[in-house]
């Protein structure tokens, strides 16, 4: 093991490059998104981001015009680099797919106990997780699932105005109010996650090893204890 | 007055059969063309502008019958009276008056 | 000039466009809901003025052209004939220069004529045949064995030049299929064909006069301005029509019993004394005969014949009477309907007499001096031709500068008095504006030589053999062309090219001048378009800079009355409501009614009328992409109660049969037409391969019209047709 | 002062000739098949047994001081211009959902079937930049449209309306009053056309179902966020955890981790 015994590879560097790719996208796509949306009975936020939005990008709706073409590139940059990443590193994808969607005896009590423990304390012991604990998984299946619709929805979208006849409008309606969903969604999981992952001091190695690819053996064995066990027991598909 | 009305009719039928007859008497196609080749030369250049629809069928008549009155008739030479009533013919056939009146170019 | 145009235009809208324009500016920033500034802006074009060639109004136009390309038409506010408007076919005339349809070279016929086989030819290949094959004729039938048709177009002039000077006295134009017989009778009348001074009238009665859909300047606007400031406008039309429903007052009149309408408007006159006294005893003449005429022609008589209430008669002709001189029985333009029609047009000249309107405001005024000259010539004289027209002596009263386009068919097709072997055709289309199609085909198939030029493959080029691509209206340069509009004055017009030609596209000008070469007569065409509007200029100095700077020119306008006390032109000098010509001719002096004939065929019983749409110029522009989305198909306009009895519903597609022809179409069921009449619009089921929105699309009304012609002057008459409507499929 | 463009129509003086529409598509290059304006025809009156006089209606977008298409419009494309009054669509921001097109109670709106994009009146921005008219308004024979900023009262349209106070109707939607800026004078027929407007469900959904369940969920999410923030900041940083110095046994001890 590298780069000394007490700390264990997490992840591959094509694992930490799809993490940063897939935030910075998401960190664009949200902004802009938002920055379409300016009707102000929609906008969470309120017509004011739209407003700044379109003065930055050339003002009015030309700057509006601006901020969709930004964010239908980076909406299928973002696609293209996902899909990419699948082939390039397929059994990193398998590994990520199957850790997340495999749910195991106390994940459930391990969520619960977590999220009172994280606010108001207590909530007693949390049963042990594998690679991804369960507030982890209920992220990741959010992320997949939610990412799959957003980006077929957007697809949808994109299609609209190029090659979709008016006898389908009804599904660009559809697809305008699930990419909401959807977004809407994944972003209330996101704050958490972020929070979790940067702000907590918790995951402060877990945070890192997005990073450096590495963890301390400790903190896995605490917080991973039965990823470390496969590991140590040399099972395979660990990883 | 039914009567009055029938013997008014026949009267202007005849009337109309003596100016038609004298009409009859020219090629008024022809007039046309030696209007425009012996009189244009002055009416619509130098002389006053002419064309049949410049008078009355009855005018031209009054004119043509004495044309020596007229006051180019000087420069009637080269015309025969053959084509004389071919361009009378014309100019009344065309006449202000006329079914079909005609301006000339 | 554009400066000019926009400098004008500036003025009227400047409050509203410079606010708008700062107020963009200044807020972009701060008000996003704002289109960024300088988004939008003026279009980079030039704007070229025009005249309008959808219809024969030729309205005065500004071209807007981008790159070369003419992007839209916009009314010249200078050209107030139009009250500053381009109707819809006005602004449809870009879909004309660049219908991918149009004719785009010299095209040969090489299969049978009407199966649509061309070869693409040369200019020279097909001016060289064109020359050989009026030779010929000439040598074999004289020079009268060439037929010259040309349609309402400016240059339409020289088609009647060449023919001139090649020495054929047969010419037609689309007149004899419109508008000769309410010549005829004004001319019979007054001595002169008058216009109508609507703005200034108090009273007018459209008979047979669809002014809101058959659009005519400045008529059709000011009926609807008179209408505002109190003026009473009354329509006589078996159709709802769009003037009908915006008419002070509609009767669904029976076809063909207008005379019957307008003699006892002429009996209320006159056992009333409502007429002018003076004035008809000091300018017409025949008042005896015509009281003793009309004496029992009562408004109950009138009832009974037109169907329209004897006390509505008699309340209108007293109305019409009171507001005399500004009153008219309005003239109409297109008068082909019955064989009678001139006397039908007399009656309404008569009626006008009466009215005192003559040279008066709100009445009919004679034309007004435009100032053009004549551009003379001297067409030589060919001693073996024969005596005149193919269709001379056959009525009466023939005009000789336009003859009968259908009577001349009939003769072209017996080959008497004399074969007529060759046609030159100019934008006119008889195979969808003549009626009864089968017998211009039939025409067509005496003929030796056909040459057609034209914008599009008409249906009448489609039987051509030879077609040569002209330049639409905006392509070309024209002569000057005098306007009437009514006491306003005439105006007069150009054209300069606005785009260069398209295709290989030639104005029947340059056609003409190289044809009168290879034919041996170039003195007939010995100068261009320049030289030949500084001739017709000649005595107006000053039209030529005007022209220039606004697009028209408007000679001086005397004021109304200058004819008094003038002798009319008609053989008395005075207004005839006793026709002394027609007396000498043995037609009746007086227009003399009799009911119309009813249908000689229990199974024909709808009379077919036709008509206009304010989107159609009859056959020339239905194939238009713009107008077609207007008017995409024609339908057989059924009454309600006559498609219940046959049985036809909403849509359903009808067999209509007449002895002409046959065709069929979808059924419109309105109650917006009378029982006994039945009516389509003209330009549909069309035969030419080259016209896609209307071949097969609809029907063809000139299949169905049988062959009729006025009797008097040999206009054709359209109305004289009955047809049996069944629904297909049905027994 | 902000400008207010509105038309003014003497619709009694329509003689429907279709010039407005037919100069409208040339301007504007509207696709074949759809039109930005319109005349509407009255059904006629039967007056003693036959028609009656007709009356026609020009009509287009009506640029409403309250649109409804706006609120329906998802991207912003459609917005309410407050330099001039116009209600826009940008053509870029458009993606064609076709939300708008039911929503406005005047059947303004279409989907343009060879951008596929909305599509409506604009009041002709780049003939305005040049000084002239909108297509339709130049070139109506008998001038039943009249144009211009009705908050200045030398325009045209703010004249011929001052001139027929009293007399001025609107075609409104009964259901939802967007303060048309489409004045007709006198009276106008047919006026009962204006529908109620529709949302598609899809819009329903996003906007009464979705979009505030999403506010609650990020809501929700944001609240748990704070309150571990909180919980962080109040009960303090502890100093074992995170760093990969740091034994397992403290961890245990301090964090009651059970990771074994």
């Known amino acids: ?239 | 007055m039914k009567r009055s009305t029938t013997l008014f009719a026949a009267l202007i039928l005849a009337l109309a059969a003596v100016s038609l007859a004298f009409a009859a008497e020219g090629n008024a196609r022809k007039g046309k063309y030696l209007y425009r080749q012996k009189c244009r030369s002055c009416h619509g250049v130098s002389a006053s502008d002419l064309s049949p629809s410049s008078k009355t069928q009855a005018e031209w008549k009054k004119a043509f019958a004495k044309p020596e009155a007229i006051k180019c008739y000087k420069d009637w030479k080269g015309v025969t009276p053959e084509e004389k009533n071919d361009i009378f013919a014309y100019l009344h056939d065309f006449a202000k008056d006329s079914p079909s009146p005609a301006k000339c170019n | 000039m554009s400066s000019n145009i926009s400098r004008r235009d500036f003025l009227r809208l400047a409050g509203m466009a410079a606010t708008a324009t700062a107020a963009t500016a200044a807020q972009a920033a701060l008000a996003p809901e704002a289109r960024a500034a300088g988004a939008v802006t003026a279009p980079q074009w030039e704007s070229k003025f025009g005249a309008c060639d959808m219809c024969f109004n030729r309205c005065g136009l500004i071209a807007r052209v981008e790159r070369g390309v003419i992007k839209k038409l916009d009314p010249n506010p200078k050209f107030t004939k139009s009250r500053g408007m381009l109707c819809a076919r006005g602004n449809a005339g870009v879909d004309q220069v660049y219908d991918p349809e149009r004719i785009k070279t010299p095209m040969l016929r090489v299969g049978n004529r009407g199966e649509g086989k061309w070869k693409a030819i040369g200019w020279d290949e097909a001016l060289d045949l064109a020359a050989s094959k009026m030779k010929d004729i000439a040598a074999k039938y004289t020079r009268c064995g060439m037929l010259f048709s040309a349609g309402a177009d400016t240059q339409s002039q020289f088609v009647h030049r060449f023919a001139e000077a090649f020495g054929s006295y047969n010419i037609t134009s689309h007149e004899s299929l419109c508008l000769l017989s309410g010549n005829r009778a004004f001319v019979d009348t007054f001595g002169d064909v008058p216009l109508p001074d609507v703005r200034s009238s108090k009273y007018v009665i459209l008979a047979g006069a669809n002014r809101m859909e058959a659009l005519v300047t400045p008529d059709s606007m000011d009926l609807m301005t008179i209408m505002r400031e109190g003026a009473k406008v009354v329509v006589l039309d078996p159709r709802y029509t769009k003037s009908a429903a915006l008419a002070s007052e509609w009767h669904a009149i029976k076809p063909g019993t207008d005379m019957a309408f307008m003699l006892a408007l002429a009996h209320v006159i006159i056992t009333e004394k409502l007429y002018d006294p003076k004035f008809v005893a000091e300018r017409t003449s025949g008042l005896d005969q015509l009281a003793a005429h009309v004496a029992e022609m009562t408004p109950a008589w009138a009832e009974a014949e037109t169907g329209i209430p004897a006390a509505d008669i008699l309340r209108m002709a007293r109305e019409l009477a009171a507001a005399a001189p500004a009153a008219m029985v309005y003239p109409g333009r297109r008068s082909s309907d019955y064989e009678n029609s001139t006397q039908i047009r007399r009656s309404f000249a008569i009626v006008n007499a009466l009215l005192g309107n003559w040279d008066r405001p709100g009445g009919l005024v004679p034309a007004r001096p435009a100032g053009l000259k004549k551009v003379p010539f001297e067409p030589p004289f060919y001693d073996d031709n024969p005596p005149g027209r193919v269709d001379a002596k056959s009525v009466p009263l023939l005009f000789d500068d336009e003859g009968s386009f259908v009577i001349t068919r009939e003769n072209i097709i017996k080959g008497a008095p004399y074969p007529l072997k060759g046609w030159f055709v100019y934008k006119t289309n008889p195979m969808a504006t003549a009626p009864d199609r089968r017998k211009t085909r039939e025409m067509i198939d005496k003929l030796e030589f056909m040459v057609v030029v034209d914008i599009a493959m008409s249906d009448t080029a489609w039987m051509a053999d030879l077609v040569l691509p002209a330049p639409s209206a905006l392509e070309r340069q024209d002569p000057v062309q005098a306007l009437q509009a009514g006491a306003e004055g005439a105006c007069l017009v150009w054209r300069d090219p606005v785009i260069p030609a398209l295709h290989q596209s030639r104005p029947v000008f340059e056609i003409l001048k190289t044809l009168s070469v290879k034919l041996g007569f170039p003195e007939a065409f010995d100068f261009d378009i320049p030289k030949y509007r500084e001739m017709q200029l000649a005595a107006l100095p000053e039209a030529a800079e005007i022209l220039k700077r606004d697009g028209v020119y408007y000679p001086p306008n005397p004021p109304l009355g200058g004819t008094d006390g003038q002798p009319f032109k008609t053989p008395s000098t005075k207004i005839e409501l006793y026709s002394n010509r027609y007396a000498d001719l043995g037609l009746d002096p007086l227009p003399v009614y009799a009911s119309p004939k009813a249908s000689p065929d229990a199974g024909r019983k709808f009379r077919l009328v036709a008509g206009r749409s304010a989107c159609v110029t009859q056959a020339s522009s239905t194939n238009n992409a713009l107008l077609s989305e207007f008017e995409p198909e024609n339908t057989l306009w059924l009454n309600e109660e006559s498609a219940k009895e046959l049985g036809v519903k909403q849509g359903d597609v009808v067999q209509v049969e007449s002895p002409a022809g046959k065709g069929e179409l979808k059924a419109l069921v309105t109650p917006k037409i009378r029982k006994d009449t039945v009516y389509m619009l003209s330009g549909f089921g069309t035969i030419s391969g080259k016209l896609s929105h209307t071949t097969g699309v609809g029907a063809s009304i000139v299949e169905l019209m049988e062959s009729r012609f006025d009797a008097i002057c040999g206009n054709s008459a359209i109305h004289e047709t009955f047809v049996s409507v069944k629904k297909k499929g049905a027994a | 002062m902000n400008a207010k463009l509105a038309m003014v129509i003497d619709s009694a003086k329509c003689i429907d000739c279709k010039a407005c529409v037919a100069a409208c598509k040339q301007a504007n290059g509207v696709s074949r098949g759809v039109w930005r304006n319109w005349i509407k025809e009255a059904v006629p009156p039967v007056e003693n047994g036959k028609l009656g006089r007709g009356h026609f209606q020009p009509g287009a977008c009506m640029h409403c001081d309250e649109p409804s298409c706006v609120i329906a419009c998802p991207t912003g494309a459609t917005f309410k211009d407050k330099a001039d009054g116009s209600v826009v669509i940008d053509p870029k921001l458009c993606i064609g959902c076709g939300n708008c097109i039911p929503s406005c109670p005047y059947g303004a709106r279409f989907r343009d079937p060879v951008r596929r994009i909305a599509d409506k009146c604009t009041y002709c921005p780049e003939r305005r930049a040049a000084g002239l008219p909108p297509a339709c308004v130049d070139t109506c024979p008998t001038k039943a449209r009249v144009f211009g900023d009705i908050s200045d009262p030398n325009s045209d349209a703010a004249k011929l309306l001052a001139a027929n106070q009293g007399k001025v109707v609107r075609v409104i939607a009964k259901q939802n009053d967007t303060k048309p800026n489409m004045y007709y004078i006198a009276s106008t027929a047919p006026d009962g056309w204006a529908v109620k407007p529709v949302n598609p469900l899809s819009f329903d959904a996003l906007s009464q179902v979705v979009a505030p369940l999403v506010k609650y969920a990020v809501g929700l999410s944001g609240l748990g966020v704070l309150a571990m923030l909180g919980r962080q900041l109040l009960v303090g940083q502890k100093p074992d955890v995170g760093t990969p110095h740091e034994g397992p046994e403290k961890d245990k001890k301090e964090d009651g981790h059970d990771a074994r």
């Open chain 1, 1 to 239: 093991m590298t780069p000394a015994n007490n700390e264990i590879k997490r992840h591959d560097p094509s694992d930490i490059r799809i993490h940063w790719f897939n935030a910075a996208c998401w960190l664009v796509l949200l902004v802009s998104g938002l920055g379409l949306i300016k009707n102000d009975k929609l906008n969470p936020l309120g017509a004011w981001l739209p407003d700044v939005l379109r003065a930055l990008f050339g003002g009015g709706s030309a700057g509006g015009a601006v901020l969709l073409v930004l964010h239908e590139v980076v909406g299928v940059v973002w696609l293209v680099g996902i899909v990419i990443y699948m082939g390039v590193n397929a059994g990193g994808t398998r590994f990520f797919l199957r850790e997340i969607f495999s749910l195991r005896p106390g994940d459930f009590t391990w969520m619960v106990r977590k999220m009172l423990r994280m606010t108001v304390g207590g909530g007693g012991e949390l049963p042990p997780q594998g690679y991804y604990n369960m507030g982890q998984k209920a992220f990741a299946q959010a992320s997949v699932l939610g990412g799959i619709a957003i980006g077929a929805t957007g697809m949808i979208l994109l299609a609209s105005d190029k090659i979709l006849p008016a006898s389908v409008v009804w599904l660009v309606g559809w697809a305008v109010t699930l990419h909401y969903l959807a977004v809407g969604l994944v972003f209330a999981g996101l704050l958490v996650h972020i929070y979790m992952a940067a702000i907590s001091p918790e995951e402060k190695p877990g945070f890192r090893s997005m990073f450096t690819g590495t963890v301390p053996r400790d903190y896995a064995r605490h917080h991973h204890g039965l990823w470390v066990d496969a590991l140590d027991k040399g099972e395979p598909g660990a990883k």
